[in-house]
């Protein structure tokens, strides 16, 4: 039975508390639109509501300042160009913020600042922190040092995966489209969706590649790919037209204005999705069937009795991913023994365990509460 998307929506503004807003670069080429983008943030605010911005632009912003029409292909030309809009962007932020009566701070990651735990923790707590002082913080990637191993590849990913870790009820992209459309049989886009309970790969395939502008990386795909994310950590994910006047207040009350994801799950807590969408895997055990059943619908820890191989070297604590005998990844957690150590029990039961390792030995090579599921549709989770 179809959802009710009025009460749908009623129900997620009743339970929200933080919100992400990303705004594109086709959005911020127009001076005018900071105005209204901050207007909005501010009437957020005013409702009660905690607001973090990721922003786009520093790129776009350097090339307005050069005055070139085109994003160059050369890294070290993007690189300069966003050193040199970045700044520029920022004061247009703060002298908007000022006008409204509160701060704003800028953090600029990179992907390697979310794989690493330590720097996760840090970046988290110095958001945390800034919102518990009521300053808006505006995140950007740090396209002037990033490099292709360091992306996340654009700000959709990034606002997905930072609303998924910092516990956002609801991620909102604002976008030059009304929302995600159905592609009509000649191939042109036509009406929007209004609220998608599930993404499905039919969807992907129509969202195409919607890229096309000289300033900007990303399209439609991209704001999937966020969706997908989001709704896999058990949130919600708005995609609507930043052009629209006070397209904010309109989300939040609750109106028919562009398209809602919902969650596929209840929610994850911060861990679960880091180990699920940011940690690097440094290798793999490969289990039998019976193991497979237990992590994949069993809600079961791993057990060294339930392993066939182990691939790579790691360390403890060290994330792994949880394979078929065919090499399909089912999930990932974090290992409670090295890679040599792994060699060494796979296969073994808990009393052989405990006559080689003494009874303070952790049962499991994967406990059930640091170990997620893959996520359904792969091949968006770059």
């Known amino acids: 039975m179809s959802l009710d998307v009025s009460a749908v929506r009623k129900e997620l503004i009743k339970n929200t508390r933080l919100i ?14 900071f105005s209204e983008l901050i207007g ?8 009660g509501y905690k607001v973090m911005l990721i922003s786009s632009g520093a790129v776009g912003t350097g090339m307005t300042a050069l005055g070139m029409e085109k994003r160059p292909k050369q890294l070290s030309e993007v690189q300069a160009l966003a050193s040199i809009g970045q700044g520029k962007l920022m004061a247009l932020y703060d002298a908007e913020c000022r006008k409204y009566g509160f701060h704003t701070a800028q ?6 600042d979310l794989r690493q735990r330590s720097r996760y923790i840090n970046a988290a707590n110095c958001i945390n922190a800034l919102l518990c002082h009521d300053v808006l913080p505006i995140i950007n990637e740090n396209d002037s040092v990033s490099v292709a191993e360091l992306k996340f590849g654009d700000n959709d990913t990034l606002a997905g995966m930072l609303g998924a870790v910092l516990g956002a009820e609801l991620t909102v ?29 039919e969807m992907i395939a129509s969202a195409g590649d919607t890229d096309n502008n000289a300033m900007s990386v990303g399209g439609m795909i991209s704001k999937l790919r966020a969706a997908n994310l989001v709704t896999e950590a058990g949130a919600y994910l708005w995609i609507a037209d930043g052009r629209e006047p006070g397209i904010l207040e309109k989300i939040v009350d609750g109106e028919d204005v562009g398209t809602l994801f919902c969650p596929r799950r209840s929610k994850l807590h911060s861990k679960q999705c880091w180990i699920k969408f940011f940690a690097k895997a440094s290798g793999s055990l490969t289990l039998d069937a019976g193991a497979i059943k237990a992590v994949k619908t069993g809600g079961k820890s791993l057990l060294p009795s339930g392993v066939t191989g182990v691939f790579g070297t790691f360390k403890r604590g060290d994330t792994v991913e949880l394979c078929t005998a065919r090499g399909e990844v089912i999930a990932r957690g974090l290992s409670n023994y090295s890679s040599s150590e792994c060699a060494e029990l796979m296969g073994k039961h808990h009393d052989e365990l405990v006559e080689k390792l003494g009874s303070a030995a952790d049962e499991e090579f994967v406990h059930r509460d640091n170990l997620v599921l893959a996520p359904e549709l792969k091949g968006l989770i770059k």
């Open 20 to 33: 992400v807003v990303k705004a594109g670069t086709r959005l911020l080429t127009d001076p005018r639109r």
């Open 40 to 47: 909005g943030i501010a009437a957020l605010r005013e409702k």
């Open 107 to 112: 953090l600029l990651l990179t992907a390697d």
């Open 173 to 201: 992209i604002l976008t030059t489209e009304q929302g995600l459309r159905k592609r009509n049989a000649d191939g042109t886009l036509g009406e929007r969706i209004s609220l998608v309970e599930k993404l499905t790969p």
